[in-house]
């Protein structure tokens, strides 16, 4: 089985890109309109995880705790790129 890695850098359309499982659990965690090819291939490309659970208002540390019950491993950006 592969290792399952989600890199918080990368944008949406990316990660499910190299992932196709990985849309629905985005949109059940609330970003409802990934699951449109067209928002995929046009907003996903720009945006990041951490940028859209702002705009959504969804707690990025619920996103990572449900990502890694669903075998995933979250590599989050270094601390002193976060300011």
């Known amino acids: 089985m592969d290792k399952k890695t989600i890199d918080l850098q ?4 990316a990660l499910c890109s190299a992932d196709p499982e990985l ?9 409802t309109e990934i699951v449109k090819p067209i928002m995929l291939n046009t ?11 702002a705009m959504r208002g969804i707690a990025l540390p ?3 705790r449900t ?3 669903h075998g995933y491993t979250v590599i989050e950006a270094p601390q002193e790129e976060k300011k």
């Not at 907003?43 to 659970?53: H, N």
């Open 10 to 13: 990368k944008t949406v359309h």
């Open 67 to 69: 990502l890694e019950s």
């Open 62 to 64: 619920t996103i990572i």
């Open 23 to 31: 849309a629905p659990l985005l949109a059940e965690l609330g970003f």
């Open 43 to 53: 907003v996903g490309k720009v945006m990041t995880l951490p940028k859209g659970a």
